[in-house]
């Protein structure tokens, strides 16, 4: 390939192929637009979203499912609702539909159609994909911008969309250096933190439960301040508690333990039901199975290990006596416990358990088209900008939405460039 090209795109995923197909189509063919892959194809990690169904955004999308500098995009947000995203893939020829709270997926619940369509696009557009390709520097100088591969080989670029994703789920043979690259063109980078992901406590809090699944409420504690509530399923594991409404709270675990705050994760197990209208039922059940060991008395209340672990928790001396001896004081302690499981957070699992990067690019040096106010005719999309969403299909929802932001805006800059050749010509 000819080493001087018209729009580089560094990164094959979601927001890097988006971006290529948004510009092409502006750009009519008339402009070399390329997209360099570190690894040996694109939009792997796209193929492994939602679990395999891809969840490609969500009717849901509002400011208040992103985090990091979610204040700089409510243009964009408010710009590309998802159905207008919907809507563009209908016209790239990606039919979709709707499932549970909002959750959107292609028809064919394939994330592989995801993949298909943008890269069958590209090619008809003619874009370029270099996969194999890594880009390791980029140097900005007279206007252009020299991109250097592993091979040491240059390529010359008057526009760069930087789109090299985030740490997570990486391939082993990823390049992994998008935010360095950002960084060495004098980006700010905010710190970066494992998000959407295991919540870890204390192994022997969970040990024995792992593998068990609860339906539960749940808030997140801050220094004993409520920051955060959510419901849904819960999983427990061997390093701690699972589950999308866990996941949720991954990015505030992180940032708090990284700053020594206390974090903790408070369970309702029974939320339609009162403390009071439990122990009334506790009261029952006691009278109803007088011979029956007290740590079994939430049999057929919630998951039987469960409420055993939690009335052992609550009433240490539950796992020698019968519910009759059962005071009146430990049946309140059991309700309460029911309706108010702490566990103390330590952490949160490692990169490759993460669903997506707390962190990235700071927004602030960006204009609205996502153009670094440093370099002119520097774009970024996607997880490598400091924006996450939460579980739900708002990540990808970001990956695109930057994605031809990024795009159309370096199109029309190139495209403006030719006309004011033309016209001083
Ligand atoms: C298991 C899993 C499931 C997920 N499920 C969902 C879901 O259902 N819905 C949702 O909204 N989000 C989901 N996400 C998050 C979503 O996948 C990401 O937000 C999205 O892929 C980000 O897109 P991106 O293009 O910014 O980055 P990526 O998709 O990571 O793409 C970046 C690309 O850049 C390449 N690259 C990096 N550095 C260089 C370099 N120096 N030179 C050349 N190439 C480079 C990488 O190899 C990669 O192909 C999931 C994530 C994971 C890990």
Redesign the pocket.
């Known amino acids: 390939m000819e080493n001087k090209i018209h729009l580089a795109i560094?990164?094959?995923?979601?927001?890097?192929?988006m971006a290529a197909v948004t510009a092409a189509k502006l750009c009519k063919q008339t402009k070399k637009i390329a997209v360099?892959?570190?690894?040996s194809r694109?939009?792997?990690?796209?193929l492994?979203?939602?679990?395999g169904?891809?969840?490609?955004?969500n009717t849901r999308v509002g400011m208040n499912h992103y985090h990091g500098d979610e204040r700089y995009i409510e243009t964009i947000l408010r710009t590309y609702p998802p159905q207008r995203i919907i809507q563009y893939f209908k016209d790239l020829g990606l039919i979709c539909r709707e499932e549970t709270e909002g959750r959107v997926y292609p028809y064919s619940l394939q994330a592989s159609s995801v993949l298909d369509i943008l890269r069958l696009n590209a090619e008809e557009l003619m874009v370029k994909i270099l996969c194999n390709?890594?880009?390791?520097n980029i140097r900005a100088a007279d206007g252009v911008f020299y991109l250097q591969n592993a091979e040491q080989q240059v390529f010359i670029a008057d526009r760069v969309i930087l789109?090299?994703?985030?740490k997570?789920?990486?391939?082993l043979d990823?390049?992994?250096?998008?935010h360095a690259?950002a960084e060495k063109l004098g980006h700010k980078v905010t710190p970066l933190y494992p998000a959407?992901t295991i919540l870890k406590t204390q192994p022997e809090d969970v040990k024995s439960l792992s593998g068990i699944r609860s339906r539960v409420s749940a808030v997140l504690k801050c220094n004993d301040k409520a920051i955060r509530y959510e419901k849904g399923e819960i999983q427990f594991t061997e390093q701690g508690l699972s589950g999308i409404c866990m996941f949720q709270f991954a990015r505030n675990v992180a940032f708090g333990i990284e700053k020594r705050k206390k974090m903790e994760v408070i369970l309702d197990f029974m939320r339609e039901y009162t403390a009071s209208e439990l122990v009334n039922r506790l009261d029952c059940a006691a009278r109803r199975f007088p011979h029956l060991p007290a740590f079994e008395i939430l049999n057929g209340f919630i998951n039987k290990k469960v409420g055993e672990f939690i009335v052992k928790k609550a009433v240490p001396r539950a796992k020698n006596i019968l519910t009759a001896e059962l005071t009146k004081i430990e049946i309140m302690e059991i309700a309460n416990m029911v309706k108010r499981f702490s566990f103390s957070c330590i952490g949160v699992a490692d990169w490759k358990y993460?669903?997506?990067t707390a962190g990235g690019v700071a927004l602030a040096q960006l204009n609205k088209s996502l153009e670094s106010r440093i370099h002119k005719g520097l774009y970024f999309?996607?997880?490598?900008l400091n924006i996450d969403?939460d579980?739900?299909?708002?990540?990808?929802?970001?990956?695109w939405i930057s994605?031809i932001t990024a795009g159309k805006a370096a199109a029309k800059s190139l495209c403006q460039k030719d006309k004011a050749r033309i016209s001083a010509t």
């Open positions: 560094i990164g094959g995923g979601a927001a890097g192929l360099f892959e570190g690894i694109v939009g792997k990690k796209l492994a979203t939602g679990n169904r891809c969840n490609l955004t390709c890594p880009i390791k789109a090299t994703g985030g997570t789920a990486l391939p990823s390049p992994d250096n998008g690259l959407l993460a669903q997506i999309a996607g997880e490598m969403g579980c739900g299909g708002y990540n990808l929802h970001w990956a994605g």
